[in-house]
T-cell receptor
């Protein structure tokens, strides 16, 4: 069966520090991969998605970036965090095509001080 | 993706059925209707999806209107664990992105 791993579960970082969140998927090949952010009490905002290695689509301009160095690995990064980067970050995977459901990781709760 | 409209909140009593509506009047022929739910402090969980015909699985049923401009997620017997935010999303079969709206917050009363 397929599983998705996301870590860390919680993270506290100072303003201006770098960020690296990792997400890996097991049990499937060539998945679509997604990064979402959810601010407190708000809905999910799609940040990035990837349909293959090295292919990244960015949904909103920001100081975050994403990379997909391997088929089942998706990384969210920042060189310098802002206070507004606080939130609940979720990674998800899906099979190719709009008729495929998404499957989410447990999320990383990021607090910027 | 085409937009969907859902009520902000709904209440239900435990053990009773719940019908969660979703309007999607601008749906296209290649849009699938997906439903997800999000429990507090967790990532969203896939519930069900369909294209034209009604769908049933172990979690819920999806009733799709004949003109496909609306759909209803049916929880046959609500439990306290069903309290969550429920999202209705349209996703084109040719698109790989997926965007969530505000959803419906379901409260289940004992």
């Amino acid at each position: 069966s397929q599983t998705i791993h996301q870590w860390p579960a919680t993270l506290v970082q100072p303003v201006g520090s770098p960020l690296s969140l990792e997400c890996t998927v097991e049990g499937t090949s060539n998945p679509n991969l997604y990064w979402y952010r959810q601010a407190a009490g708000r809905g999910l905002q799609l940040l990035f998605y990837s349909v293959g290695i090295g292919q990244i689509s960015s949904e909103v301009p920001q100081n975050l970036s994403a990379s997909r160095p391997q088929d089942r690995q998706f990384i969210l990064s920042s060189k310098k965090l802002l206070l507004s980067d606080s939130g609940f970050y979720l990674c998800a995977w899906a099979g190719q095509g709009g008729n495929q459901p998404q499957h989410f990781g447990d999320g990383t709760r990021l607090s910027i001080l | 993706d085409a937009k969907t409209t859902q009520p902000n909140s709904m209440e239900s009593n435990e053990e009773e059925p719940v019908h969660l509506p979703c309007n999607h009047s601008t749906i296209s022929g290649t849009d699938y209707i997906h439903w997800y739910r999000q429990l507090p402090s967790q990532g969203p969980e896939y519930v069900i999806h369909g294209l034209t015909s009604n769908v049933n699985n172990r979690m819920a049923s999806l009733a799709i209107a004949e003109d496909r401009k609306s759909s209803t997620l049916i929880l046959h017997r609500a439990t306290l664990r069903d309290a969550a935010v429920y999202y209705c999303i349209l996703r084109d079969v040719w698109n790989n992105d997926m965007r969530f709206g505000a959803g419906t917050r379901l409260t289940v009363k004992p």
